[in-house]
């Protein structure tokens, strides 16, 4: 992500009306807009596999599987995000063209660029969706998924897999080998193939 310098704080609905003119995804967080950059091979076949399986997986359960061109809605009021993946089952979502505002289940590939924010803002404004019941982390330097999930007690808890492991997101009640998640990807550190 860039920030964009000297720029006009937006409102949501001017950061709405002109991104649509963009021709690059901007994500909007208290009305600053931050360009997405582009990621790597591994990034998108690690999101790729996963947004596959995902489809697979709930097709014909009145889930929506989105990937990294759809936008998700903390409010209607922002902050707006780009999440790689993303899972919604509610009925407010099924007919939306622009925005996601209801995901059970949110996904971010790791890039060293934006695993700090990853791990802390995002997660802070994504924790604020009383949906949202997963979120993964995934990396692309070792075979590695980090979910958080939120407990009886509404607190997260973090499960992490390895090599090996089976995964199991509650959410959308998928378990599946982790190796599924890294078929055909080359880490980007190459100390794992």
């Given at each position: 992500?860039?920030?964009?310098?000297?720029?006009?704080?937006m409102t949501p609905?001017?950061y709405?009306?002109?991104?649509?003119?963009q021709?690059?995804?901007y994500?909007y967080i208290?009305?600053e807009?931050?360009a997405?950059?582009g990621g790597?091979i591994p990034?998108?076949d690690?999101a790729l596999?996963?947004?596959?399986?995902l489809?697979?997986?709930?097709?014909?359960?009145?889930c929506?599987?989105q990937?990294?061109?759809?936008?998700?809605?903390?409010?209607?009021?922002?902050?707006?995000h780009?999440?790689d993946?993303m899972v919604s089952c509610?009925?407010?979502d099924k007919?939306?063209?622009?925005?996601i505002?209801?995901?059970?289940?949110i996904?971010?590939v790791l890039s060293?660029?934006?695993?700090?924010?990853?791990r802390?803002k995002?997660f802070q404004?994504y924790r604020?969706?009383?949906?949202?019941?997963?979120?993964?982390?995934?990396?692309?330097?070792?075979?590695?998924?980090?979910?958080?999930?939120?407990?009886?007690k509404?607190?997260?808890?973090l499960?992490?897999?390895?090599r090996?492991d089976?995964?199991?997101?509650v959410?959308?009640d998928f378990?599946?080998?982790?190796?599924?998640?890294?078929?055909?990807?080359?880490?980007e550190?190459?100390?794992?193939?």
């Amino acid at each position: 992500m860039v920030a964009i310098p000297n720029f006009q704080y937006m409102t949501p609905q001017e950061y709405l009306d002109w991104e649509e003119q963009q021709p690059l995804k901007y994500e909007y967080i208290n009305g600053e807009v931050v360009a997405m950059t582009g990621g790597t091979i591994p990034h998108n076949d690690v999101a790729l596999n996963l947004a596959s399986a995902l489809k697979s997986h709930v097709r014909g359960k009145g889930c929506k599987v989105q990937m990294a061109d759809a936008k998700l809605g903390i409010s209607e009021n922002g902050p707006f995000h780009y999440p790689d993946v993303m899972v919604s089952c509610d009925e407010r979502d099924k007919s939306a063209t622009k925005v996601i505002h209801h995901p059970c289940l949110i996904v971010e590939v790791l890039s060293p660029s934006t695993e700090g924010i990853d791990r802390g803002k995002k997660f802070q404004n994504y924790r604020q969706i009383s949906t949202l019941k997963e979120y993964v982390l995934i990396s692309t330097q070792e075979m590695m998924v980090e979910c958080f999930r939120l407990n009886d007690k509404n607190l997260w808890e973090l499960q992490t897999y390895s090599r090996g492991d089976e995964i199991d997101l509650v959410s959308v009640d998928f378990k599946f080998p982790i190796e599924l998640l890294y078929e055909d990807v080359v880490f980007e550190n190459s100390q794992e193939s």
